[in-house]
């Protein structure tokens, strides 16, 4: 029999089962689809060597009016903004105690009691000790005076600390140490953290995922919620709010400074304390606060309305009293229980309760802007599950994936049951979308069913129409725009050595090779399968794109008899930019091809492989029956 070409429908199809899915791509990992053809995904590296605090769940880039490109990135813990080679902390202070702290040490433990009446911190919170003089040994006023995270709480006034020196080191007192750090004592405590890991009954989702009261809750606040922050420009500063917590400002022209509430700025009135999600809208340049706290007998209330959006005068992030000499105002959304999130598109912003999707558009005064509902029956997964594209706006909902570009369109996906049936429902929050427009790709990033850490994404070729799959942890993302690469958020081997790494650069990971990158097809056969095959030979083509000196991948021919039988590997090859082909001896009724690369311990380090398959020809001949 003569050889035969095989060109592979673009897209992994995992929708039927391995046999089904013939004249296809059944799996992959690290694999993108371009011109209808599998290549190797980009690599990343470091952005910059510095590490930052608490899980990224949030980036932002923009340019200052002088030129100078920012970065806001909040973590759990932290709201920082990158300055050159490293990170300003401005996380915003929630309390100053004044003259009111003093410590108790223990002769031979690092631990240190403090105590603070009502501090109101809670375990990992962060204070900032100044004002304290030696406890008589080797707890110095050196050794007070700085950062500290909070290590457990012991009561409503009290707290412990691990005493260190400046480098971090341990630092354990002597029996010397019985003063009490003087009368002085000052301690700036910043905001409350988050959540790092959703817990049930804790906020949204305390019902069933999907069911019932999935998505209710009595009450919400920054404590009960997985720590998401919402950060968008207004002009060269930056608005910020915590999920169910504050809203803060941060002023571009005081760099090394602190966010500050809302509330602080010069000629606030009634601006929102808590809500859910900030951001300004397009051309007409209004604060937008979507679950805001209502304006209640002339004040603010406090607490989260769920349901609330309200806006501030336009161009003035200071004023949010309606009058009739601005525009400032709120309306509500009548479908649903709360917002889940929102996002600036092209004229108008989209907002998304738990059962709705509203469209906010600026139509002048006196109402400024109008609130349409658009479709009853979508949500978003999570309030970072939907991007902006050339394309429209994409999201991923509860069990689907969807479009909008004037009208709601589900998008057919070919990887649907692979994704949503091993989903971390309860880690649902988690789940965030990312754009790369140099390649027409969006995606999801989110947790697998036995993981409360994302460890997956899913990507759609919005031109091509194709679904690709992979493992990869990242917690937030920034597509090029700014910079000329996307930049994401990932985790480190502790809570305070996380990383921002650039994306496709080289094909590497940071310096080392991509580990378990691979495409393989779905079984093929000879007819019905009735006759056994004998594929004695393979001429690939395969185009390398890496710079690396060791440009090989494996080739693997794996066979079956039946569906239900499990794939055994008859043979894996080498291959090079130079081979011509080959051969193989593999009888089976059902046979699949896969490529991969990676560093297998015996053939090198293979670092700078870039990939892409075109059409595989195989040599296959007919071979009895049994």
């Known amino acids: 029999m003569a050889l035969q070409k095989f060109i592979f429908n673009p897209g992994i199809n995992k929708e039927g089962t391995d046999y089904t899915a013939e004249g296809g791509w059944f799996d992959g990992n690290l694999v993108r689809f371009r011109k209808g053809f599998p290549e190797k995904i980009g690599g990343w590296e470091k952005y910059i060597t510095e590490t930052y605090d608490g899980t990224g769940r949030k980036l932002l880039g923009w340019v200052a009016l002088d030129g100078t490109k920012l970065l806001a990135l909040g973590t759990r813990t932290k709201l920082y903004i990158q300055e050159g080679a490293g990170y300003d902390d401005i996380t915003p202070i929630r309390k100053t105690s004044t003259n009111s702290i003093t410590f108790a040490a223990v002769n031979g433990s690092s631990t240190l009691t403090v105590t603070d009446s009502s501090h109101g911190a809670a375990k990992g919170d962060f204070v900032t000790i100044s004002g304290a003089v030696s406890l008589g040994g080797n707890i110095t006023a050196e050794v007070l005076n700085q950062e500290y995270e909070i290590a457990t709480i012991v009561d409503t006034n009290s707290y412990t600390i691990t005493a260190k020196d400046t480098s971090g080191a341990a630092v354990t007192a002597n029996a010397s140490d019985t003063g009490n750090g003087g009368s002085g004592v000052d301690g700036s405590y910043q905001i409350n953290v988050g959540l790092d890991v959703f817990v049930a009954g804790s906020g949204f989702g305390a019902g069933a995922w999907g069911a019932g009261g999935w998505g209710s809750t009595s009450a919400i606040s920054a404590s009960n919620q997985l720590r998401l922050w919402s950060l968008d420009s207004f002009g060269e500063d930056l608005l910020s709010c915590v999920r169910g917590g504050g809203i803060f400002y941060w002023d ?20 929102p304390t808590v809500g859910l999600q900030v951001l300004v809208s397009d051309v007409d340049r209004h604060a937008i606060v979507l679950g805001a706290d209502p304006i209640v007998s002339g004040a603010r209330s406090g607490s989260v309305d769920p349901l609330l959006v309200a806006f501030s005068d336009q161009e003035n992030a200071a004023e949010w009293e309606p009058l009739s000499t601005n525009t400032a105002g709120s309306l509500r959304c009548s479908a649903g229980s709360q917002i889940i999130g929102g996002l600036r598109a092209r004229q108008e912003t989209l907002i998304w309760t738990d059962v709705a999707l509203y469209s906010l558009q600026f139509i002048g005064p006196p109402l400024t802007f109008g609130l349409n509902l658009i479709n009853e029956g979508v949500s978003l997964i999570g309030p970072n599950a939907v ?24 998008l057919s996906c070919s990887v649907h049951s692979y994704v949503f049936d091993d989903l971390n429902e309860g880690q649902a929050f988690q789940v965030f979308g990312f754009v790369n427009k140099q390649f027409d790709e969006v995606g999801w990033f989110y947790c697998s069913s036995d993981s409360d850490l994302v460890n997956r994404y899913v990507a759609y070729n919005y031109l091509e129409q194709t679904w690709s799959i992979g493992q990869l942890s990242r917690t937030a993302w920034l597509d090029e725009g700014i910079e000329s690469f996307p930049r994401a958020a990932a985790y480190g081997s502790d809570s305070n050595s996380n990383l921002i790494y650039k994306h496709e650069t080289g094909f590497d990971d940071d310096g080392s090779p991509m580990d378990n990158v691979f495409i393989e097809s779905a079984d093929f056969d000879i007819g019905e399968g009735e006759d056994f095959q004998f594929v004695r030979r393979c001429i690939p083509d395969v185009k390398f794109t890496g710079d690396g000196e060791n440009q090989t991948i494996n080739f693997v021919l794996k066979a079956r008899n039946f569906p239900g039988n499990t794939l055994t590997t008859d043979q894996t090859s080498t291959i090079t930019s130079t081979t011509t082909k080959v051969d193989t001896r593999a009888r089976a009724r059902q046979a699949v091809v896969r490529f991969e690369s990676d560093d297998d311990g015996t053939t090198g380090v293979r670092t700078g492989v870039g990939f892409r398959i075109g059409g595989t020809r195989l040599d296959i001949q007919p071979n009895g029956r049994r």
């Open 252 to 271: 571009y022209t005081s760099f090394s400074s602190r966010a500050l509430p809302l509330t602080s700025l010069t000629g606030a009135n009634l601006a």
């Open 387 to 410: 991007v902006n594209t050339p394309s429209g706006v994409f999201w991923m909902d509860k069990k689907g994936f969807y479009s909008y570009q004037g009208a709601v369109q589900p």
